[in-house]
Structures are given as structure tokens and as C-alpha cells.
């Protein structure tokens, strides 16, 4: 079924030095070991090792200092196919998808009771049904200019680069040719050619977007949240400065060749963060036939196969489903060392927007 979607590259993920950093990959590779499923895993310091399984990055200037994992079962997978055929595959079973207005959900249908009687699309309408799932999240790679043909065969088949300072990219993907509309994405680089395109990210602890907006019926407290900031409604974003630099700093320092080749079609990729980064699958307290199934929190995607039963189980009641760890509310915050330790700062501020022009009303 995944034949053309995920290919099995190898991955190499790193810390630049960060100790925290470097010991959690340890104690992972230790973990690994005990347990007797580290028969693909190594733990690689400084170039010589990296270049090992990676002779692309013999010119890197900036990866010295690099130790973490080489695991050679890992991968990437192509994630606008993989929905694709998750799609075909679930018209084949009956599933029908409602798109466009009549399909944009835009809250909640509730009573005077607070009783949910459906969900509220674009169209006007509202889809009602037995039990609803909620799920949310998105992500989307970004992409690097110019990449001529010679260049992106000696670029085929590099392990995924993950950098824990730096961000990742893994290999072009030949399939893809340059973008006629806007899309979000995550922060990168695109080839302007049709011969293909590579995927950059850089690391980050992210942006929120504060423009949402609730207030609570009882005390009258209001919160602002977080809330996409989409592309496709504001086409002429595009990414901070700050993000652009962060992007050539991971350039200069893996493949110094693609210096100073214009950045185009960055976009944010727009996650959905839980304290601790566990998902949130659950019943929501008020909305009985409401289930939750969201907070991504950045890794969802990879169990694209798999976390389907998982949803479904807890729609169904059944233990497997409904993880203690997944349960809603009652999170702490937990520290997540894969990414840098700086300030979360608001995308308007960044990008200098003083409008807000959407409020949730969940």
C-alpha cells in the first residue's frame, strides 16, 4: 500500500553540542540497546562518522561538533500522496468527503444548554451527526531553488539530516515541480525548476498566532489562544526574517554549495502543541458524542498507518484507545529538548500584523 510513499533512507539526527540534547539521544540510543531493538542504530560522533553514512556532507563546514543516532530503517514519507491514497482507499470502504464551504468547519452548533447539536461550516449549514471526531493539525515541509538535475542525483538517497539547533531536509523529490499557488509549508526553500524539489526546515520552538478568542460563560474571564494563520486566506505572508536566517545558518553549515540561492515559497507550518507533546485523544467533558483527536505536537504524521485504530478504539470505548497519557486536560508542562530553548514569540508581532481579523468561538 505505502509502495512510492515512504522511502527508507537511513536518519541521521543530531545535537550540534547542546548537552541536554546529547544526553537525551544517549539515554534513547541506551534505552534502545536494553530493550534489543537497537540492531539499526548507531550512535555516531563528529564528521568522520557522519560522513560514514552520509558522503554528501564531506564539504559540510558545520557539522564537526555533531553526534546523536544513524538509524538505517528510517526514512521520509511523501505526505500529499499518503493522503491521497488514505483517501482513495477510504472512498473504496463508502467514506464520502465533503469539501470546499460545505465541508470548512467553523465551531461548534451548541444550544442554549451548551448541547452539541452539529458542526457549523462555512456554507451556513450544520453537518449533523451521531458522534463527531475532531482532529486537527498540519504539516507541511518546505523547499530549496535551483536544484539542477546533476545536483539533485547526487543529493538521491540521503539519510533524513536532523539537527536538533539546526532543523532537517532529506532528499529531492523528482516528482514535484514548482508551485503555481500559494501552500503552507514549513519554512523552506523551493527549486524553480521542474526536475525537483528539496525539503528545509529550521529549528525553532515555533510562533503562535494570539488572535483567538474565548470568554468564559460563567466567570467572564476571556483567554486569547493561539490559531492558524493560513496561506491560503493571507497570501502575501511569508516567513520572519529571523526564520530566513535561521534557514541559511543550516545551509552554510550542511551543504554550503546552496549559499546564497534566494529563498522562495517559505511558509509556516502550523502545529498543534500539548503541554507534555502526548496527543489528545478523549471524549470531550461537555459533548458526550464529541470526540477529540488532535495535538500532533510535530509527530503525528509518522503514524500515519497506524493511528487511525487508535482513534477509532476510543471512539468505540475500548482501553486501547483512551491512553491515560492522551486523556484531556491535567497536562504539565514537560521541557522537549528537540527543540532550542528560546522565547515562543507571536507571528503578528513578528511579522509586524496588528489586525485581528478572526476570533474562535469553541
Given at each position: 500500500m505505502?509502495?512510492?510513499?515512504?522511502?527508507?533512507?537511513?536518519?541521521?539526527?543530531t545535537?550540534?553540542g547542546?548537552p541536554?540534547?546529547?544526553e537525551?539521544?544517549?539515554?534513547?540510543?541506551d534505552?534502545?540497546q536494553?530493550a534489543?531493538?537497537?540492531a539499526?542504530?548507531?550512535?555516531?560522533e563528529?564528521?568522520?562518522?557522519i560522513?560514514k553514512?552520509?558522503?554528501?556532507?564531506a564539504?559540510?563546514?558545520?557539522?564537526?561538533?555533531?553526534?546523536?543516532?544513524?538509524?538505517?530503517?528510517?526514512g521520509?514519507?511523501h505526505?500529499?500522496?499518503?493522503?491521497?491514497?488514505?483517501a482513495?482507499?477510504?472512498?473504496?470502504?463508502?467514506?464520502?468527503f465533503?469539501?470546499?464551504?460545505?465541508?470548512?468547519?467553523?465551531g461548534l452548533?451548541?444550544?442554549?444548554?451548551?448541547?452539541?447539536?452539529?458542526?457549523?461550516?462555512?456554507?451556513?449549514d450544520t453537518i449533523?451527526?451521531?458522534?463527531y471526531?475532531?482532529?486537527?493539525?498540519a504539516?507541511?515541509?518546505?523547499l530549496?531553488?535551483?536544484?539542477?538535475?546533476?545536483?539533485?542525483?547526487q543529493w538521491?538517497?540521503i539519510p533524513v539530516?536532523?539537527?536538533?539547533?539546526?532543523?532537517?531536509?532529506?532528499?529531492?523529490d523528482?516528482?514535484?515541480?514548482?508551485?503555481?499557488?500559494?501552500?503552507?509549508?514549513?519554512?523552506a526553500?523551493?527549486?524553480?525548476?521542474?526536475?525537483?524539489?528539496?525539503?528545509?526546515?529550521?529549528?525553532?520552538p515555533?510562533?503562535?498566532?494570539?488572535?483567538?478568542?474565548?470568554?468564559?460563560?460563567?466567570?467572564?474571564?476571556?483567554?486569547?489562544?493561539?490559531?492558524?494563520?493560513?496561506?491560503?486566506?493571507?497570501?502575501a505572508?511569508?516567513?520572519?526574517?529571523?526564520?530566513?536566517?535561521g534557514?541559511k545558518?543550516?545551509i552554510?553549515?550542511v551543504m554550503?554549495?546552496?549559499?546564497?540561492?534566494?529563498?522562495?515559497q517559505?511558509?509556516?507550518c502550523?502545529?498543534?502543541?500539548s503541554p507534555?507533546?502526548?496527543?489528545?485523544?478523549d471524549?470531550?467533558?461537555?459533548?458526550?458524542?464529541?470526540?477529540?483527536?488532535?495535538?500532533?505536537?510535530g509527530?503525528?504524521?509518522?503514524?500515519?498507518?497506524?493511528?487511525?485504530?487508535y482513534i477509532?478504539d476510543?471512539?468505540?470505548?475500548?482501553?486501547?484507545?483512551?491512553k491515560?497519557?492522551?486523556r484531556?486536560?491535567?497536562r504539565?508542562?514537560?521541557?522537549?529538548?528537540?527543540?532550542?530553548r528560546?522565547?515562543?514569540?507571536?507571528?503578528?508581532?513578528?511579522?509586524?500584523?496588528?489586525?485581528?481579523d478572526?476570533?474562535?468561538?469553541?
Amino acid at each position: 500500500m505505502w509502495n512510492g510513499i515512504f522511502y527508507e533512507t537511513g536518519r541521521i539526527t543530531t545535537t550540534s553540542g547542546d548537552p541536554e540534547a546529547a544526553e537525551s539521544l544517549k539515554e534513547s540510543y541506551d534505552n534502545l540497546q536494553r530493550a534489543g531493538a537497537a540492531a539499526s542504530i548507531e550512535f555516531i560522533e563528529g564528521k568522520k562518522q557522519i560522513v560514514k553514512f552520509c558522503p554528501q556532507l564531506a564539504s559540510a563546514p558545520g557539522i564537526d561538533e555533531w553526534k546523536g543516532l544513524w538509524s538505517s530503517e528510517a526514512g521520509w514519507a511523501h505526505a500529499r500522496k499518503a493522503l491521497e491514497k488514505l483517501a482513495s482507499e477510504s472512498e473504496k470502504m463508502g467514506v464520502k468527503f465533503v469539501s470546499g464551504c460545505k465541508g470548512t468547519m467553523t465551531g461548534l452548533a451548541l444550544d442554549a444548554k451548551n448541547t452539541l447539536l452539529g458542526i457549523k461550516v462555512a456554507s451556513g449549514d450544520t453537518i449533523k451527526a451521531d458522534r463527531y471526531i475532531l482532529s486537527t493539525g498540519a504539516a507541511s515541509p518546505g523547499l530549496l531553488p535551483d536544484i539542477l538535475a546533476e545536483e539533485i542525483e547526487q543529493w538521491k538517497g540521503i539519510p533524513v539530516i536532523d539537527n536538533m539547533e539546526l532543523g532537517f531536509t532529506f532528499e529531492p523529490d523528482p516528482e514535484t515541480s514548482k508551485l503555481s499557488h500559494p501552500r503552507t509549508v514549513t519554512n523552506a526553500v523551493l527549486n524553480e525548476f521542474t526536475s525537483g524539489l528539496m525539503k528545509i526546515c529550521n529549528a525553532f520552538p515555533g510562533y503562535q498566532c494570539l488572535q483567538g478568542e474565548y470568554t468564559d460563560p460563567e466567570t467572564g474571564k476571556k483567554t486569547i489562544f493561539s490559531v492558524p494563520r493560513y496561506a491560503s486566506d493571507h497570501p502575501a505572508d511569508s516567513i520572519p526574517a529571523e526564520a530566513t536566517e535561521g534557514i541559511k545558518r543550516f545551509i552554510a553549515a550542511v551543504m554550503p554549495q546552496f549559499s546564497g540561492r534566494p529563498l522562495v515559497q517559505a511558509r509556516v507550518c502550523w502545529c498543534t502543541d500539548s503541554p507534555d507533546s502526548h496527543y489528545l485523544i478523549d471524549n470531550h467533558p461537555e459533548h458526550p458524542s464529541l470526540l477529540l483527536a488532535t495535538g500532533d505536537s510535530g509527530h503525528a504524521f509518522k503514524m500515519l498507518p497506524i493511528i487511525g485504530d487508535y482513534i477509532v478504539d476510543a471512539l468505540e470505548g475500548l482501553e486501547r484507545g483512551l491512553k491515560t497519557e492522551w486523556r484531556y486536560g491535567g497536562r504539565k508542562i514537560v521541557k522537549n529538548v528537540t527543540r532550542p530553548r528560546t522565547e515562543v514569540k507571536d507571528l503578528r508581532s513578528v511579522l509586524g500584523i496588528q489586525d485581528i481579523d478572526f476570533k474562535s468561538k469553541l
